[in-house]
């Protein structure tokens, strides 16, 4: 089960990872931005905590059964990988 | 209810792959493209989405601990959030029409119609807030399994908007 601690440091985690994302976005850069691919291993990165904290803590699959936990991350590691995948070729 | 869930997560996943293999077509005008959004505004409201789940996985937590009256006031929290959402995201559309970034451009046929899609998602998960507003605020109902199902759909809402932030705002 999860408690209200865990909500708040989990609500304040996901925040900090949207905030730091900030200064990563092509949007911030002054001039034409330039791709990257560290910045984008990086975001994809966050992106994969990120979810991972939503399903594990808010939406509970922390306690859930076996399968739900198994097909939510391969569910968030498939289409994570596949979008690297096609990022990079 | 994870049924549903599992079954819009793929169907988001597809369109989060269509996406990627048009970027990869041409990266170049994508990133130019992502450029012209205003990050500030999507920082703001990936911060507004979070604050909302944060308030009704309290909402589930107080109808477990007995207390549906703040449970109410928490959901109200979260409906309040995501119509802030909402508002803060047709401004954003506006702002982009306005600056001439319309469908023509592939990003943004992609931008408009995976935002418009999330947003309709947003709106289906306000009706639901109401609903578990309403089941609490009926004498001798409150049944928990069905704030704990409402809870994940309004989440999956949270949980699509962070991968979108990602591949839209941030990814270069």
Redesign the interface.
């Known amino acids: 089960?999860?408690?209200?601690r865990t909500?708040?440091w989990t609500?304040l985690a996901?925040?900090a990872i949207?905030?730091g994302?900030?200064w990563?976005?092509?949007?911030?850069?002054r001039g034409?931005?330039?791709?990257?691919i560290a910045?984008?291993c990086v975001?994809?990165g966050?992106?994969a905590i990120?979810?991972r904290l939503?399903?594990r803590?808010?939406?509970?699959v922390r306690s859930a059964p076996g399968w739900?936990k198994l097909?939510?991350d391969a569910?968030l590691g498939?289409?994570l990988a596949?979008?690297l995948v096609?990022?990079l070729? | 209810m994870?049924v549903m869930v599992?079954g819009d997560?793929?169907i988001f996943?597809g369109y989060?792959?269509v996406f990627?293999?048009y970027?990869?077509m041409n990266?170049?005008a994508f990133?130019?493209a992502?450029?012209?959004?205003?990050?500030?505004i999507?920082?703001v409201n990936?911060?507004i989405l979070?604050?909302s789940?944060?308030f009704?996985?309290?909402a589930?937590?107080c109808v477990?601990g007995g207390d549906p009256d703040r449970a109410v006031r928490l959901l109200w929290g979260g409906a309040a959030s995501g119509v802030a959402f909402m508002v803060l995201k047709c401004y954003e559309w506006y702002r982009e029409i306005i600056a001439g970034q319309t469908n023509s451009d592939m990003f943004y046929s992609f931008y408009y119609v995976i935002t418009g899609v999330h947003l309709v998602h947003l709106l289906i998960g306000l009706i639901v807030l109401g609903v578990l507003v309403r089941e609490l605020r009926t004498p001798g109902r409150g049944r928990v399994w069905m704030i704990?199902s409402g809870?994940?759909y309004w989440?999956?809402v949270?949980?699509l908007w962070?991968?979108i932030?990602?591949?839209l705002?941030?990814?270069?």
Do not use: C
Request: glycine fraction near 2%; hydrophobic fraction near 60%; charged fraction near 10%.
């Open positions: 089960m999860t408690n209200e909500i708040t609500w996901l925040v949207t905030l994302s900030w990563l976005a092509p949007a911030h850069s034409v931005a330039s791709a990257s910045v984008t975001v994809l966050l992106a990120k979810a939503i399903i803590n808010f939406m509970e739900l097909a939510t569910w498939v289409l596949s979008v096609i990022y070729i | 994870w599992l997560l793929v996943g989060f792959i990627m293999i970027r990869s990266p170049t990133l130019a992502q450029q012209h959004l205003n990050i500030t999507g920082v990936t911060v979070l604050t789940s944060w009704v996985a309290q589930v937590l477990r704990e809870a994940t989440h999956m949270d949980l962070v991968i932030f990602a591949l705002y941030v990814m270069r």
